[in-house]
Nanobody, 116 residues
Framework: QVQLVESGGGLVQAGGSLRLSCAVS????????MGWYRRAPGKQRELVPA???????RYADSVKGRFTIPRDSAKNTVFLQMNSLTSEDTAVYYC??????????WGQGTQVTVST
């Protein structure tokens, strides 16, 4: 059983920073992609950043230059470093892990609220 445990969400003022973490535990043969999605009220879920097993990263245009996705491969942990937050970043953030054999796992979601 694979589990993704997220932490680090909360309330932050506009312009501030927040760091989310996602620890992966359980039997997963190998990880292909680790990423973060978010769903804001009234909007569709969107991919924020993702990192492949080879270290390649991609970012949504809306977060480029503000968000990064550090990773601790030894601990199967991925982070989401969010800087210069705006109210548009308010959403529930979900960690996602995809395995090389089409496995697809999700975290429980963590709320990020940016106040103005």
């Amino acid at each position: 059983q694979v589990q993704l445990v997220e932490s680090g969400g909360g309330l932050v003022q506009a312009g501030g920073s927040l760091r989310l973490s996602c620890a992966v535990s359980g039997s997963l043969f190998s990880i292909s992609v680790m990423g973060w999605y978010r769903r804001a009220p009234g909007k569709q879920r969107e991919l924020v950043p993702a990192i492949t097993s080879g270290g390649g990263r991609r970012y949504a245009d809306s977060v480029k230059g503000r968000f990064t996705i550090p990773r601790d491969s030894a601990k199967n942990t991925v982070f989401l470093q969010m800087n210069s937050l705006t109210s548009e970043d308010t959403a529930v953030y979900y960690c996602n892990v995809k395995g090389h054999y089409a496995e697809d796992y999700w975290g429980q979601g963590t709320q990020v609220t940016v106040s103005t």
